[in-house]
């Protein structure tokens, strides 16, 4: 399922109209429409949170949708830190069990409340 | 894969409304009555016939204006986004124009033929173009089921009760319940046979009324 299906099913769930929904997040509806029928990329991560509590869905999903981590903010971090290059690589031959997944991302999700950089 | 039926045979206006008003009862038995107007178009298109709405730039010119087009085999009903500003100057008309892509659906697409053969999509049209301007006997039949899907009799007859539909002042409140421009309410009625409109705009319960007036005069 694409991003732009997501937001659409969602929507229609609510009961929204394309109009309805784009007014409550700010945007213009003919974009909205453009989102939902996959012809433009996945908007800002400002407008997914807003999509995300006006549809009263999980953000993190939207996000994840979208594919909102870029290759440019992948190389960065690998830059930063090469265990991100080396724990990218173990995610996509998935040599971690769901169980270790869950608990790195619990790790992550706590150690983002905090210092980050102590969640290595 | 849903087809366009090119050939769609001549529909007496009668069978036109039952299959509108077939349309709006199978609607109203998966997601309720709908007990005032307006019949709520856009939730009918996407939740009920499952179909997209997508607003994109069409390629037209003021000779042939395009406001919209079916697409069956992609389940898309196309709304023309470069002429916005008319859909916003006439209101109503956005509304109509959705309905009028129902009424394309629901009489001129053969949604059972499921297998397509290739030569198929050489000789077969895979869009409905609107134009707004041509009048064919499928825009016809198309723009007759969208005034009945929007302005089912039965609601219309609710609505008009007690009302003096003979002024045009209690016609446009009407026709802003309905979410529609004054001129589909107006033609609504006059199919409806509830008006007459006289050569000098006024309206008459019937043309006969009009006549005997201007007997009188």
New interface residues.
């Given amino acids: 399922m694409t991003f732009g299906d997501k937001i659409r099913e969602l929507r229609k769930r609510k009961r929204l109209s394309q109009r309805d929904l784009a007014e409550r997040v700010g945007i213009d509806f003919t974009y909205l429409s453009k989102i939902e029928n996959n012809k433009v990329p996945p908007p800002s991560d400002t407008v997914i949170r807003k999509l995300s509590r006006e549809l009263e869905s999980d953000s993190e999903e939207l996000l994840m949708l979208a594919a909102k981590v870029s290759q440019q903010d992948l190389r960065k971090a690998v830059a930063q830190d090469p265990r991100v290059g080396i724990l990218f690589r173990k995610l996509q031959s998935r040599e971690l069990t769901d169980e270790q997944l869950r608990q790195m991302l619990e790790i992550i999700e706590v150690g983002g409340k905090g210092n980050a950089t102590d969640t290595y | 894969m849903p087809q366009i039926l090119t050939d769609a045979p001549w529909l007496k206006p009668e069978m036109i409304e039952a299959k509108a008003e077939a349309m709006l009862a199978v609607y109203e038995a998966k997601f309720g009555i709908i007990t005032e107007p307006p019949v709520p178009i856009?939730?009918l298109i996407?939740?009920h016939l499952d179909l997209?709405?997508?607003?994109?730039m069409i390629e037209d010119n003021d000779n042939e204006v395009i406001l919209a087009y079916i697409d069956p085999e992609a389940k898309?009903i196309c709304m023309n986004?470069s002429r916005?500003a008319r859909f916003e100057e006439y209101v109503g008309t956005e509304v109509f124009t959705f309905a009028h892509e129902v009424g394309h659906w629901d009489l001129h697409v053969n949604k059972s033929s499921y297998v397509q053969l290739c030569f198929l999509d050489i000789i077969q049209p895979k869009k409905f173009l609107c134009r707004w301007n041509i009048h064919d006997h499928l825009e016809w039949q198309a723009n007759r089921y969208a005034a009945a899907l929007i302005m089912p009799k039965e609601m219309v007859l609710r609505e008009i009760k007690g009302v003096d539909i003979y002024k045009w002042r209690n016609l446009y409140l009407l026709k802003d319940r309905f979410g529609v421009t004054i001129t589909a309410f107006r033609k609504r009625l006059e199919e409806l046979g509830f008006i007459y409109l006289s050569p000098d705009g006024a309206l008459y319960p019937s043309q006969e009324a009009y006549f005997n007036q201007l007997v009188l005069i």
């Fill in positions: 856009e939730h996407e939740a997209r709405i997508d607003w994109d898309k986004e916005r």
